[in-house]
């Protein structure tokens, strides 16, 4: 036999009552089933009970006519015989029962035997020769045969309330919790999947049974987990591949604009200078102050983009943040701007992380002054910190709120990719939260932005603690 001939041999019939019957739903299928075996059960127990009643009721009616028909035909007189009177047994004149003339000629042809005809009529007749009287006694065959169908009733009855009753048990109790919920749960689980409903993808494992659907949920949850798993790494791969790329793309650039920068500004500073020391006059003076006050702006912008296109090992101790928090906010507090604004640093003086005091100092540094930037005057910008565990490890989360009108729905994705800025225009490049987040991830930590509930903005960073 072919490979073809011997796989069509086990494969079921797609089509006709088998493929309408395999395409219903589990339940109106289970419903089929289970009525078809309450079918064949009813059957089964009426085809063999009813015989052998019918057999054992036949037989005791046989008896009980064959002992009424012999005492009959005696010439005992039935009235003084016990139990006689569930019969319906007379005494009289062929006038007074009624007895068919037939019947009389037969009794009178045949004096002292018993009339009976069986087929046609359940009543013996009999006459007694010395009295002349006629004797009827009707035979109980109506009542065996009223026995017979109350039997019958009483079985199906039996059968239908055994029926209903494991119908509603079946439907109401046990297929419900052990078969239908089990499917729906797979069912909703599946959907959520489709839908990329991660929390409600996974079924609970305290509805999960310990049957074969039990195990198929389980298998389904691992694989599920596996999957989600997968992604994630491969998110995070290409995460790490892209940001690579962008980093060093913008290293390139970086190191390129400060190239063309750092010459003319170190020259245009050095005439500001030198103009400042030789110029008597008040008002030039002050116009040569906000010069270099930008020159200098200008240089520090510079040394931020070789900083960031800079790939050197840096020497990592332990930092205490509120200090450094208290020297960032020092240095954002030259901008005239700042005497305006409330700020709070609500550290801890024993929160303590592990990194680079310079590098973490130009992260924060950029933090603040983008709050600075985004908040009105008379605003606030407070600093938190809290401590966290994962991984194992020990954490601790700074964040930075301001009561600003927020981040732009439209710019809070990428707030993080080079040149992302609402201020392109003002006092933003741009790159501050690029290299920001560029130093956070060589520190080994994490760095998010978000539009608080209240109003304004908040950026933590996520390092890890000396404790």
Not at 300 to 313: M, N, P, T
Request: charged share 25%; proline share 4%.
């Amino acid at each position: 036999m072919s490979n073809r001939n011997l796989s069509d041999a086990t494969v079921p019939a797609s089509s006709g009552l088998w493929k309408r019957f395999g395409d219903l739903k589990v339940r109106p299928k289970l419903i089929i089933l289970h009525n078809l075996f309450f079918l064949i059960l009813t059957c089964s127990v009426y085809f063999t009970l009813i015989p052998s009643f019918e057999r054992r009721v036949a037989r005791a009616k046989t008896i009980e006519v064959s002992l009424i028909t012999e005492i009959f035909s005696g010439d005992r007189p039935l009235q003084s015989l016990p139990k006689m009177e569930g019969y319906d047994y007379r005494e009289g004149s062929a006038e007074s029962l009624q007895v068919p003339v037939e019947i009389q000629t037969w009794l009178d042809a045949h004096p002292g035997e018993v009339w009976q005809n069986a087929p046609q009529s359940d009543d013996l007749y009999k006459k007694d020769l010395r009295s002349g009287q006629y004797r009827r006694i009707t035979l109980p065959n109506t009542v065996y045969d009223i026995v017979l169908e109350r039997a019958k009733l009483s079985l199906f009855g039996v059968l239908g309330v055994i029926y209903l009753l494991a119908v509603l048990l079946l439907e109401q109790i046990i297929m419900p919790r052990y078969v239908y919920q089990p499917l729906r749960l797979m069912l909703e689980a599946d959907k959520a999947t489709q839908h990329g409903d991660r929390g409600r993808e996974l079924i609970d494992e305290r509805l999960i049974p310990g049957d074969e659907i039990g195990q198929i949920m389980l298998s389904r949850n691992a694989s599920v987990t596996e999957l989600r798993k997968q992604e994630s790494d491969l998110e995070q791969a290409l995460a790490r591949l892209e940001a690579q790329d962008r980093l060093a793309s913008l290293g390139l650039l970086s190191a390129s604009v400060a190239h063309e920068l750092n010459t003319p500004l170190a020259v245009l500073r050095g005439s500001i200078e030198m103009l400042a020391e030789h110029t008597p006059d008040k008002s030039a003076q002050e116009r040569l102050a906000r010069m270099l006050r930008v020159t200098q702006r200008l240089q520090k912008i510079s040394e931020g983009l070789v900083d960031f296109a800079r790939v050197r090992k840096q020497e990592v101790s332990a930092v205490a943040i509120h200090p450094l928090i208290q020297e960032a906010w020092s240095l954002v507090g030259i901008d005239e701007k700042a005497a305006a604004i409330v700020f709070s640093n609500e550290t801890a003086q024993e929160d303590v992380v592990i990194g680079n005091p310079d590098r973490l100092m130009q992260v924060f540094v950029n933090l603040l002054r983008n709050a600075l930037n985004a908040v009105d005057p008379g605003g606030c910008i407070a600093v938190q910190a809290r401590k966290m565990a994962r991984d194992g490890k020990q954490w601790i989360t700074v964040s930075v709120d301001d009561d600003g009108h927020g981040i732009p729905a439209d710019v809070l994705p990428d707030i993080f990719e080079a040149f992302v800025s609402t201020r392109l225009d003002a006092q933003g490049t741009g790159l501050g939260l690029t290299v920001a987040e560029a130093i956070v991830q060589q520190h080994g930590g994490t760095i998010s932005a978000s539009n608080r509930p209240g109003g304004g903005a908040r950026l933590e960073v996520t390092l890890r603690s000396d404790s």
